[in-house]
């Protein structure tokens, strides 16, 4: 499966004997999000919108001196809001601003703001 590194160091390691270098890994896997976000037409051409979305992704830690790994699901709660303009009708232009909250995981009291701007173009 597809994977994204999130942490990576290497250093030696001088719990074994002799000490060796040692290479530790975090990656994601399994990337899902699911959304859902409702929205209000301010004008013609402005929408400005909710988002409520859930995220779930495996985090995979490795060791360069071990074969085990260890795994762990992750599930996060998102809530965001949006702004959207179409400049012509085939043209739009977003900015987006989310909060995910990772409290249903082994890594509480851990958050992700996220900013998107973008520009989608409707066939």
């Known amino acids: 499966p597809e994977s994204t590194t999130l942490a ?3 250093g030696v390691n001088t719990n074994v004997f002799p000490p060796k270098t040692q290479t530790l890994a975090l990656k994601s896997q399994n990337e899902w ?8 037409r301010v004008k ?6 909710a988002k409520l979305s859930y995220h779930t992704m495996d985090a995979v830690a490795s060791s ?3 074969a085990d790994t260890q795994k ?8 965001g809001l949006g702004y959207a ?19 249903r995981s082994g890594l509480t009291k851990s958050s992700q703001d996220v ?4 520009v989608a173009y409707r066939f």
Do not use: R
């Not at 999000?33 to 929205?39: A, E, L, N």
């Not at 303009?85 to 990772?102: D, H, K, R």
């Not at 900013?115 to 973008?118: A, P």
């Open 8 to 10: 990576s160091e290497t």
């Open 33 to 40: 999000v699911f959304s859902v976000q409702p929205g209000y």
């Open 44 to 49: 013609d051409n402005h929408l400005a919108y």
């Open 64 to 66: 360069s001196l071990y």
């Open 72 to 79: 762990e699901s992750i599930e996060a709660p998102g809530f």
């Open 85 to 103: 303009i179409a400049i012509t009708p085939n043209l739009q232009v977003q900015g987006e601003y989310e909060s995910i909250t990772f409290s």
């Open 115 to 118: 900013l998107t701007i973008g």
